[in-house]
Nanobody, 115 residues
Framework: VQLQASGGGLVQAGGSLRLSCAAS????????RGWYRQAPGKERELVAI???????NYEDSVKGRFTISRDIAKNTVYLQMSSLKPEDTAVYFC??????????WGQGTLVTVSS
């Protein structure tokens, strides 16, 4: 099973983008879906997660601006990003983790926010 991330691009500060992460098939035992990002010269950081029960959690700097959601029927996870800032510039990676601790990663999609 592969995760295909899309939706990145160049946007001005204050703009919005929606990232999508589609799984090529069903992954058994997934209990966490989410997004990480990695800015140039920085370590990868967790941006948002969504659990099977719908609970979400966000990195502090994106709270109130980003929303994670999922469409289980489409095997797709979304990250709606609003009020984007230049410091949101990064490669965004989607992932899914199973209850037996296996992690699947998407290939990354670049988000560039210009000031």
């Amino acid at each position: 099973v592969q995760l295909q991330a899309s939706g990145g691009g160049l946007v001005q500060a204050g703009g919005s983008l929606r990232l999508s992460c589609a799984a090529s098939g069903k992954i058994s035992g997934v209990n966490v879906r989410g997004w990480y990002r990695q800015a140039p010269g920085k370590e990868r950081e967790l941006v948002a997660i969504i659990l099977n029960n719908g609970l979400t959690n966000y990195e502090d700097s994106v709270k109130g601006r980003f929303t994670i959601s999922r469409d289980i029927a489409k095997n797709t996870v979304y990250l709606q990003m609003s009020s984007l800032k230049p410091e949101d510039t990064a490669v965004y990676f989607c992932y899914q983790k199973t209850n037996y601790e296996k992690v699947y990663w998407g290939q990354g999609t670049l988000v560039t926010v210009s000031s």
